[in-house]
């Protein structure tokens, strides 16, 4: 069973940027996709970004693009997400998430809800303008 552990949200203000991490449990780490997604206050869940399992493919969603990186050090069964340029609009709670099966890319086109193995808790990150 992995467990995953989202850490390093908080508020900033827009403009501003922040990594979050998510840590995995488990030595298969590095044999699985792994996404981030978010989830706006009122709003359904998003897919924000993934990433393949040697972290040489990765996906984004549009909203995201050209601001946000995905990464992952498998050794230290981390995968990182940071965010510049923040927007008031990036406000949300992210999800890290892995899947034994999908692909990265299989991430990036899934529709709500979002059937994959293991999520986190959430980090919840607030942007103010």
């Known amino acids: 069973q992995v467990q995953l552990v989202e850490s390093g949200g908080g508020t900033v203000q827009a403009g501003h940027s922040l990594r979050l991490s998510c840590a995995a449990s488990?030595?298969?780490?590095?044999?699985?996709?792994m996404g981030w997604f978010r989830q706006p206050p009122g709003k359904e869940r998003e897919f924000v970004a993934s990433?393949?399992?040697?972290?040489?493919?990765?996906y984004y969603g549009d909203s995201v693009k050209g601001r946000f990186t995905i990464s992952r050090d498998n050794a230290k069964n981390t995968v990182y997400l940071q965010m510049n340029s923040l927007k008031p609009e990036d406000t949300a709670v992210y999800y890290c998430?892995?899947?034994?099966?999908?692909?990265?890319?299989?991430?990036?086109?899934?529709?709500?809800?979002?059937?994959?193995?293991?999520w986190g808790q959430g980090t919840l990150v607030t942007v103010s303008s």
């Open positions: 998430a892995l899947d034994r099966r999908r692909s990265a890319q299989d991430m990036g086109v899934m529709t709500p809800p979002y059937a994959l193995d293991a």
């Open positions: 990433i393949n399992w040697s972290g040489v493919y990765t």
């Open positions: 488990g030595r298969t780490f590095g044999s699985y996709a």
